[in-house]
């Protein structure tokens, strides 16, 4: 158990959970996070993909130190290291008490570690985020605040970037779209910002376990396809920490379209994607072959592409933030957003087909 101020406010019918792996430099601040706010879960899981590092210890180490004595008995936790169950800090609930259960499942997908920690979640109510995260004061009141609708039956909150330096101000400029970009009605949350009702992980199978990528978008799809609507709260800030260097953008992407491939998501988008580079492809043979001059057919092309993350980093020269540019950050960027695009977009293509090779020999 954990007890904490009286002034907090625990909802004991909701379950915080996460998977972590090879976390040890990020896990303190996203728990911190956690427990700093103005409204708590009755229960936090934490299942452990079998981390390499020390990231299981310093979770289990965070919350003794935050466990407090009850009656001359200390919480503990077990390392089950080949087991999905857990044993609970302390199995009481009242109203300044939270309980906890560190897990260690080796081996286990992000799909596997999510469905793990719901089937031992107790509540009804079920939140859920990354340890990439740093989470708003007021995130777990405003990502549980609709239920008292009974109609409310899954809710997404808005996703913020974080960035320390250069290049993960401009990966933000190019990848995160702005709350008025979000179209309502096709909005889809990342389960770094998502809560739902514990009957519809139930309903619609939970978390696809053949995933260890894309598997929150193929778990919107599901929630959709049975009928639910996911509703949007603008006011649940997570504020998610972009990638620090282009291997780690790379492989983020590689990965995210893999399990597009697989997960049978998105293929339109990625279509457009295959057909523009082609098209690019055959600019430059006509203008090596023919002309010099069919290159000024890129310039409109070019236009289009960059629109987008353009009039964001405008915008982000006039603002003060951890993803405002100052200096000569703003003519550098200039020059980097088109190059990081065409990166993305490489790692994009790079990793959708191999998800729909791996998906052929799967089948």
Same mark, same amino acid.
């Given at each position: 158990?954990?007890?904490? $101020? !009286?002034?907090?406010? =625990?909802?004991?019918?909701?379950?915080? =959970?996460?998977?972590v792996y090879n976390e040890e430099k990020s896990i303190i601040e996203f728990l911190e996070s956690l427990m700093e706010q103005i409204y708590l879960p009755g229960e936090i899981i934490i299942v452990d993909g079998g981390s390499k590092d020390k990231t299981f210890e310093i979770a289990l180490g965070f919350f003794k130190d935050k466990a407090s004595p009850k009656n001359g008995d200390y919480g503990t936790v077990i390392n089950n290291r080949n087991d999905s169950t857990g044993d609970k800090l302390n199995k009481r609930n009242n109203k300044s008490i939270v309980n906890v259960r560190i897990i260690k499942k080796n081996g286990a997908n992000i799909s596997q570690g999510r469905n793990a920690a719901i089937k031992n979640a107790s509540g009804r109510i079920i939140c859920v985020s990354d340890a990439g995260c740093i989470l708003n004061k007021n995130w777990l009141k405003e990502i549980t605040r609709f239920y008292d609708d009974t109609s409310c039956n899954v809710i997404g909150g808005l996703n913020m970037?974080?960035? *320390?330096?250069?290049?993960?101000?401009?990966?933000? %400029?190019?990848?995160?779209?702005?709350?008025?970009?979000?179209?309502?009605? @096709?909005?889809?949350?990342?389960?770094? #910002?998502?809560?739902?009702? @514990?009957?519809?992980?139930? $309903? %619609?199978?939970?978390?696809?376990? +053949?995933?260890?990528?894309?598997? +929150?978008?193929?778990?919107?799809?599901?929630?959709?396809?049975?009928?639910?609507?996911? *509703?949007? #709260?603008? +006011?649940?800030?997570?504020?998610? @920490?972009?990638?620090?260097?282009?291997?780690? =953008?790379?492989?983020?992407?590689? *990965?995210?379209? @893999?399990? +597009?491939?697989t997960g049978r998501m998105y293929s339109v988008r990625h279509l457009i994607r295959f057909s523009a580079f082609f098209i690019f492809i055959i600019i430059l043979i006509g203008a090596f072959c023919l002309s010099k001059w069919i290159l000024v057919i890129l310039v409109p092309l070019f236009i289009v592409y960059v629109f987008k993350p353009y009039s964001k980093l405008a915008k982000?020269?006039?603002? !003060?933030?951890?993803?405002?540019?100052?200096?000569?950050e703003k003519f550098l960027s200039i020059l980097f957003i088109p190059l990081l695009l065409t990166h993305i977009d490489f790692s994009k293509m790079c990793g959708y087909i191999y998800g729909l090779f791996k998906k052929i020999i799967k089948e």
């Open positions: 158990m954990i007890t904490v $101020d !009286n002034k907090k406010i =625990i909802l004991p019918d909701v379950s915080f =959970i996460t998977t970037p974080f960035c *320390r330096n250069f290049i993960q101000k401009c990966l933000a %400029v190019c990848v995160m779209p702005a709350e008025k970009e979000i179209k309502i009605e @096709k909005y889809m949350p990342s389960s770094r #910002n998502i809560s739902f009702k @514990k009957k519809i992980w139930v $309903d %619609v199978g939970g978390y696809p376990e +053949d995933m260890d990528y894309g598997e +929150d978008m193929k778990f919107n799809f599901n929630i959709k396809a049975a009928d639910y609507r996911i *509703r949007f #709260n603008p +006011d649940a800030v997570v504020y998610w @920490k972009m990638r620090k260097n282009p291997v780690q =953008i790379f492989w983020q992407f590689f *990965r995210y379209a @893999k399990g +597009d491939a982000s020269w006039s603002s !003060n933030g951890s993803c405002s540019f100052y200096g000569v």
